[in-house]
């Protein structure tokens, strides 16, 4: 059986001339961004919560009906994608 030609593969080495240093300002998150994004997602659980337990006996909430839905999700939402820039 005849051996196949073994391919020789090129080195693809990065040139070190040619990347730009970037300086990148990676310090922890202030307290109040850590409170805020806790903050928007136990009150978009809060909201679930009370709509659950209370939401027709609450006027507000029992004029906007399933609204409530996006309204505590949405708010939960905000606070993970906070989530993202928290260093």
Known sequence: ???????KKQDYTINPTNRTPVKISAGPSPVWYVVLMLGFMVAGLLW??????????????????????IIGFALMVVGLL???RWR
């Open 48 to 69: 679930l919560i009370i709509y659950y337990l209370a939401g027709g006996l609450i006027p507000v909430m029992a004029d906007i009906g399933p609204w409530n839905f």
């Open 1 to 7: 059986m005849p051996k196949s030609k073994v391919r």
């Open 82 to 84: 906070m989530t993202m």
